[in-house]
């Protein structure tokens, strides 16, 4: 027997499992603490507090250091409730007064109104005619030296705005939701919006129901409604249209429906009660979660005014928070090019201020401030970290028996491991990879998805695609082949003509994995087409005066 050359090549269409993978895969991993701003009471920090005894001035003076409790006098806010509006849903379960913009007033019978641009209610009378069988109904109820019978209709008026609701005897509603004071509806340019004029107490009474949750421990509950009292005062804006906003701009607040039993004790308890820094209010900033310690207010808002009582402080009492930790968040570097408008992201680096969190992070040449990455990417907080997964398998392809190199780097994430799939799709650890750079040498025994994994994150899987070998050999007079392992496959022999390559032969494999037809003088082209866990390999033979060695396609 004489061998006359051995070739394998790896056809360009895998199998069908592992076409839609790469050979190579990079993604950015971000986990951090904490929810919110970071900037004064951790709420759930407070809660900790709370339930380890601690009293609410104990806990304001934890979160504001240097400030004094103090009481202010009973005064009203302005809270814009909705505004951008086609139209909005008022009233009462009792009378209402309406006020116009000319200052005239105006009674309408409990109920609900809707409004539209032209603020047309039915606040109007006008005397009707009355004809036929209603008039002589109309006759016997009027005085008989009346010539004509009359009666009055209400009809719809356009007010002039803002118009003044106030429902002395129930609570005002807007677009169904119930509320103190009096509503006041101004329409901007032709759009309506509504504010609720209410009492500060009153206002208080629907922040802390909507802030935090009022089976917390009242110590927490008080402490919040000393905060939210103080903010609203502090941030007022007196010369506006309306001081305050009902949702995370300023404060949530909900009105009647974000009122307990508890939270009216905690209001109650703190009738009047806010933080004052230097004889004024203090402007009590609070936030979810820290994830451990508060962050001072000028390492987060840099333009700030610098508080001293906005300062970084321990905050060990709120891991019962979900958001104590949260991630991890895996993004791809197209992915972060495409959020924050850059050009190709190779690499992170977070630069860090003095309370710990992430102040800018150096990207693709560029510095970008901590608050735009965290809008960007959708995180809860800036206190977080960006670790980096890397996986590349070369060109993806190997040879069956033969080893394949997985070079990547883990880092920034701790202790990672590199894992492969099995048949069953479940991932199992080959090895435990230490931080930065690594290169392990694998031999798959067929097409195999690997991936480096840390924390629960991953990189998208990897794909090796391993080809049989294939041994062919002349042996007198035929062509003699070895498939290697024996798969599920089938064999096509071509040989060349003038007129190109023409397939010859489908022989059999045995149960060697082995094969044999008769050799004529020429050039042949065997392929092995596989299954779904091998790639198809394909191999080139020539036959003339002498025998010359494979070639790889």
Known sequence: MRRFGVSIGVCAAAALAAAAYACASSVFVVDGRGWGHGIGMSQWGAYGYARHGWSYPRILRHYYPGTRLSHAPATTVRVLLVRDRPRLRVGCAGPIHVTDGRGRGHRLPAGEYGLGPRLRLPVGHRRVRVRGHARRHVLHRHHPRHRRAVRVVTVQRALRPPLVLDCPSAPVTVGGRAYHGLVVVHRWGGRLAAVNVVSLESYVRGVVGGEMPSRWNLAALEAQAVAARSYALATAKPHGAYDLFADTRSQVYGGLAYETPRTGVAVARTTGRILTWGGRPAVAFF??????????????????????YLRSVADPYDRRSPH????????????????????RVVSIRVLRNGSGRAAALSVAGRRLPAWRVEACLGL?????????????????????????????????????????????????????LRPGPFSVRVRPGATTLYRVASRGAAVAPVVVRVAPRLRVEADGRRLVGLVRPHVAAGVAVARRTPRGWRVVAHPLLDRRGRFSLPLRPGGYRITVATNSRFASATTHAMLGPRLIAFVRP
């Open 324 to 343: 104590h930790r949260w991630g991890p968040v895996v993004v791809t570097p197209a992915q972060i090019a495409a959020r924050l408008h850059l050009g």
């Open 380 to 432: 809860a907080s800036t206190w977080f970290r960006v670790g980096e997964l890397t996986l590349s398998a070369g060109d993806g392809r190997v040879v069956f028996g033969n080893e394949v190199v997985l070079r990547g780097r883990a880092i920034g994430l701790g202790r990672s491991e590199l894992q492969a799939r099995s048949p069953a799709g479940r991932w199992h650890r080959l090895r435990s």
């Open 287 to 308: 936030f979810s979660t820290s994830g451990g310690r508060t962050a001072a207010i000028r390492d987060v808002w840099p333009a700030a005014q610098p508080l001293p």
